[in-house]
């Protein structure tokens, strides 16, 4: 596993909790490294999405993971700044 680039997962158009456990379970295969989540294919900017990709940078976090969400549209991006996840964002 080369660790000297970023880990690029894609998240599907809904993050669904079988989306998200999958997505952990890439993570948990790989030793601690920076991550990319691409959201842009993300379809519904709601409080849903940002549930999830919270608990995706919590699981990533505690397997020494850094997370970063990359395409962000701007309903998004809007609503993971007002719950104080703006510092993921790329």
Same mark, same amino acid.
């Given at each position: 596993? !080369?660790?000297?680039?970023? &880990?690029?997962?894609?998240?599907?158009?809904?993050?669904?909790?079988? +989306?998200?456990?999958?997505?952990?379970?890439?993570? +948990?295969?790989?030793?601690?490294? !920076?991550?990319?989540?691409?959201?842009?294919? $993300?379809?519904?900017? !709601?409080?849903?999405?940002?549930?999830?990709?919270? /608990? &995706?940078?919590?699981?990533?976090?505690?397997?020494?993971? /850094?997370?970063?969400?990359?395409?962000?549209?701007? +309903?998004?991006?809007?609503?993971? +700044? $007002?719950?104080?996840?703006?510092?993921? &964002?790329?």
């Amino acid at each position: 596993m !080369d660790t000297s680039q970023p &880990l690029v997962l894609t998240l599907a158009a809904r993050a669904t909790p079988d +989306e998200i456990a999958r997505l952990c379970a890439v993570l +948990e295969r790989w030793p601690p490294t !920076d991550v990319v989540c691409d959201v842009g294919g $993300l379809t519904h900017a !709601d409080l849903a999405a940002v549930n999830a990709l919270a /608990r &995706l940078k919590l699981a990533a976090g505690r397997l020494g993971h /850094r997370l970063r969400f990359q395409g962000a549209g701007g +309903e998004l991006r809007l609503l993971l +700044e $007002l719950v104080g996840l703006a510092d993921t &964002l790329l």
